[in-house]
């Protein structure tokens, strides 16, 4: 069972990337001193100021996605990102009153393929959705930032306060310079330069998953 949370870690690290650590490496510890705690600083929501693509058609988004690029600053992707495997993402809206879109992602741990299932909750907002996780402060608010339908989206994840940005393609032959471009520029504006851009394998992407290497995240993980 511990190998398998294992796998959860690694695998939906790389699906949202948003694990921290608090825990502090070895070393001898003093008695801190006392100090005035500095001012807060008023927190930015970067989800809230991020507007979503006009009038985003939750059912024209369904699908399979293949996931290109990514900017980041998590850790596991600054440590891995030149390891990263190739990922594909199917949504699956199952009926116009639904209020929820079931979530496939595939990708390789170990040389194994992995399937997790999740599931995002529709907003009141065409293009704001909601990952929930076992607490509040887990949980994950995702902007459909950009998307045409037929060829890319631009997915905007926050959690703790951290951003990270996806372009996935409908193919892996279509993604053009224009978009790859404008990625980057979105990126740049959440601080995150070319240094923080990672390119995924755009071949060898998982098809049908065994049951024993699938990870149900419904309703959490």
Not at 37 to 58: G, H, W
Not at 68 to 95: D, F, I, Q, R, W
Request: glycine share 6%.
């Amino acid at each position: 069972m511990v190998g398998v949370w294992r796998i959860v870690v690694a695998v939906v690290a790389l699906g949202v990337c948003f694990w921290g650590s608090t825990e502090a490496v070895g070393g001898a510890k003093s008695r801190p001193r006392p100090q005035r705690r500095p001012p807060k600083k008023p927190k930015i929501d970067s989800v809230s100021l991020t507007p979503p693509a006009q009038n985003v058609d939750i059912q024209r988004m369904t699908g399979t996605w293949y996931l290109l690029n990514t900017a980041s600053k998590c850790a596991y992707l600054m440590n891995h990102g030149t390891k990263v495997e190739p990922t594909v993402m199917t949504l699956t809206h199952h009926s116009a009153s639904d209020q929820t879109l079931s979530v496939s992602t595939k990708t390789r741990h170990n040389h194994r393929c992995w399937e997790i299932l999740q599931v995002y909750e529709l907003s009141a907002t065409p293009g704001k959705l909601t990952l929930k996780g076992t607490s509040p402060q887990l949980t994950t608010e995702i902007v459909i930032v950009d998307t045409d339908y037929d060829s890319h989206v631009i997915m905007h994840y926050q959690k703790r306060g951290k951003v990270t940005m996806k372009l996935y393609g409908r193919s892996v032959d279509n993604l053009s310079e224009a978009m790859l471009t404008k990625f980057e520029q979105l990126a740049e504006k959440q601080n995150m330069g070319l240094a923080y851009l990672f390119p995924f394998p755009t071949y060898s992407h998982c098809g049908a998953v065994d049951q024993d290497h699938v990870i149900n995240c419904v309703p959490t993980c």
